[in-house]
DNA sequence: TGTTGTCTATCTATCGATAGGTAGACGCTT
DNA sequence: AAGCGTCTACCTATCGATAGATAGACAACA
């Protein structure tokens, strides 16, 4: 799993195979399907345990006397910045269209919760969709133009 | 080209391919490679006309009277409600890392001249590129959650 | 002995790319 | 006007590589 999140935070779904990620943990690929029968399963499962980390980590963030919105920009820049890579559920949600429900459905989950954290948090839901669009974009942004000073730069508004 | 980037903008770079273009224009894949010869140059060639265009509609906006974000925001919100997709650079450049130089060129030009249109209209950096970051970002927020409003309300706090 | 996990081997489908050929449009020269 | 080359835009056929997925054998372990 920790294989299949690094390509897909890469590639997206369409970019990682069984072969890559088996070969990546030094087995073969017929090993991978006994444990996600299909490439969606494994995209799914991928999705919901990153998603489940990442509200830990948000939460991690909080007990430390971070600010709600403070606490959301730090975790997404600990994942640009120590992974060097998307945020997974960017990375999935950018081809949404193309998804199955399965898949689909969890990188949808992560938008929720994040919306529903955000909001429990005393933010107007509109503030909150921002704040995660922002956060979102600029790790985008940052990936593309290959800076990651950008995700600060194009966050710093949000503080 | 039309064909190419509507896949391009619902699936990414890895998930379209030269029979699915051929077949929506009704041709056959050899004749997509007669006027495209590489994947490469193809995603470049459409990246590059959907700049091209994307910052000529905001010139157009912007004759109208329109205040400079919110010409951006209203070329965005276009490009997501008329067209039902992402943005075609935001697509592509989820999976930017996996992108071949040429093409990720023709994806890095998106932002860079957004950042550049922007400051030259007299907003400060680190605000062009929230605002570039938002309107990326709030168009993949709405487009994971299907639900096209949620672009205005995520980027209501721009105007 | 039964379960678990991995292997080898193989399947069908599709990928990007190339080779070689063809029909028609156009311009130039005789 | 007739013939000749050239260009465009497609075609069929095929290449090697790789995709996701499956069946069945084997080894380790409880």
Chains 1, 2 share one sequence.
Not at 23 to 37: N, Q, R, T
Not at 68 to 93: K, N, P, S, T
Request: with cysteine; aromatic share 8%.
């Amino acid at each position: 799993m920790d294989a299949a999140e690094e390509r897909i935070r890469r590639t997206g779904y369409s970019g990682f195979s069984f072969r890559e990620i088996a070969a990546d943990v030094g087995v073969k690929s017929a090993s991978v399907h006994y444990h996600f029968p299909t490439k969606e399963k494994l995209a799914a499962a991928v999705a919901r345990r990153y998603t489940d980390r990442f509200l830990e980590a948000v939460d991690h963030q909080l007990a430390g006397g971070e600010d709600i919105v403070e606490a959301w920009r730090q975790v997404f820049r600990v994942a640009l910045q120590r992974d060097g890579r998307m945020c997974l559920c960017g990375a999935l949600g950018a081809t949404s269209q193309d998804l199955s429900r399965e898949v689909r459905d969890e990188v949808k989950r992560f938008f929720l919760l994040g919306i529903d954290k955000l909001t429990m948090a005393g933010l107007a839901r509109n503030s909150a969709l921002h704040v995660l669009a922002a956060l979102e974009g600029a790790m985008l942004t940052a990936n593309v133009l290959e800076d990651p000073s950008l995700f600060d730069k194009g966050t710093a508004a949000l503080a």
